[in-house]
């Protein structure tokens, strides 16, 4: 799949490549800042993350993750300086410790850490789509696009190991009024 979507984006990009591109407006320079803060703000916290677990699969998930936010957030800041766009201020990278020195009380646990993986995988979705419907120019709204869809193929490996592990929080079914209960 992610050959495919490799291909789409490349079409796209020879599709808009002739476009005169005049300088970014202020909600598409926002929309950058936004977002390239959360995304360098979420890598600490998976390195962290990271430092807390032995479970296997979450630090493959963990991995995964610090990846996606690396890259996205590289190619974020190299548009950025290229567009005159100033970076935030972000906290540093955390080094490697041992998950076993963590004091129980302090340590969070693996669902816990799937889920806030979880609910940053959303919320980075959700910011690129708004960002995307606030795009003019079709280099910045394809950038959004492509960080939306490496996101949600993510985002579907994350759920599916969740829903494995027993780590997704779902909320109760929906029984409309007057429906049997049987």
């Known amino acids: 799949m992610p050959n495919t979507m490799e291909a789409l984006f490349d079409y796209l990009k020879t599709r808009f490549d002739d476009e005169p591109k005049p300088r970014a407006h202020i909600g598409e320079a926002m929309g950058c800042w936004l977002y390239y803060t959360a995304i360098a703000e979420e890598i600490p916290i998976l390195d962290a993350a990271m430092n807390t677990t032995t479970d296997k ?35 540093k990278r955390k080094p490697v410790s041992n998950p076993n020195s963590i004091p129980l009380g302090v340590k969070a646990t693996d669902t816990e850490i799937a889920n806030l993986i979880s ?10 789509a708004t960002n995307n419907s606030q795009s003019v120019r079709s280099d ?6 492509r960080f939306q869809a490496e996101k949600s193929v993510f985002g579907m490996d994350l759920k599916t190991k969740m829903k494995q592990r ?5 909320p109760p079914s929906y029984i409309p009024p007057g429906t049997p209960l049987n």
């Open 57 to 91: 699969d979450l630090v493959e998930l963990l991995k995964d993750a610090l990846k996606l936010a690396t890259h996205q957030k590289q190619t974020l800041e190299e548009f950025m300086v290229k567009e005159g766009i100033p970076l935030a201020d972000t906290s």
């Open 119 to 128: 609910a940053k995988v959303a919320t980075n979705i959700v910011m690129c």
């Open 140 to 145: 910045i709204g394809l950038m959004w696009i």
């Open 166 to 170: 027993g780590w997704l929080k779902a």
